[in-house]
């Protein structure tokens, strides 16, 4: 079975512009959430995902958004990067159980 | 105050020697606590929960103290291969979200 895919796995965004990242749960799972992992850091809460609907958000500006399409996938989006967006940002999914299974992540560098 | 907090390391053990570690959480309502661990460059996986009792998986033992608000992280007879950062996760009541600290990083050296 296919785990938690994330793409692209690396990307690199002048300031200023924007950035769209997108996960795909296991088979089966409803729930979405993202994490951002700045270096030497451990990931911080950015939003998740339940049946669509937006279940929590952490604390981060309004640059960042997220979504969430009927077969269960997401985008996380961010707006006018700055250069502290470079992280490694993680999509996690999750069944009724609450087991998280993370993807490998999209590592954004911001120049 | 962050609301789970480690010691980052790095500690260096020795292969074959017993290392142990402890991360606090400040949230006294947090309901479950999870060792996940994280290899150079890759993402989170998930370790062992933690169980009030105490709980062991082969060379790895998880401690709770909830009066003290503290996880304990033990790993015998340590292998080159557990060299990683081990990351402390809290989850809170009604909480849709992992609360991670920032990890301790382990290196066994040979």
């Known amino acids: 079975d296919a785990g938690v895919t994330q793409s692209p796995t690396h990307l690199i965004k002048t300031r200023g512009q924007h950035v769209t990242l997108r996960c795909s749960p296991i088979s089966g799972h409803k729930s979405v959430s993202w994490y951002q992992q700045v270096l030497g850091q451990g990931p911080q809460f950015i939003f998740q995902y339940y049946e669509k609907e937006e279940r929590g958000r952490g604390n981060f500006p309004d640059r960042f958004s997220a979504r969430q399409f009927p077969n269960y996938s997401s985008e996380l989006n961010v707006n006018a990067l700055l250069l502290g967006d470079s992280a490694l940002y993680l999509c996690?999914?999750?069944?009724?159980?609450?087991?998280?299974?993370f993807g490998s992540g999209t590592r954004l560098t911001v120049v | 105050r962050k609301e789970v907090e480690q010691d980052p390391g790095p500690f260096n053990v020795p292969e074959g020697a017993t290392v142990a570690f402890n991360c606090t959480y400040s949230n006294s309502a947090s309901q479950s606590f999870f060792w996940y661990r994280q290899d150079c460059r890759k993402e989170p996986k998930l370790l062992m929960s933690?169980?009030?009792s105490g709980n062991e998986d082969g060379r790895f033992t998880a401690q709770l103290n909830r009066a003290s608000q503290y996880i304990s992280l033990l790993i015998r007879d340590s292998k080159l291969s557990d060299s990683a950062t081990y990351l402390c996760?809290?989850?809170?009541?009604?909480?849709?979200?992992?609360?991670f600290g920032k990890g301790n990083q382990v290196v066994v050296i040979p």
């Open positions: 996690a999914s999750s069944s009724i159980d609450r087991r998280y299974t």
């Open positions: 933690v169980y009030s």
């Open positions: 996760v809290v989850t809170s009541y009604g909480n849709n979200r992992l609360a």
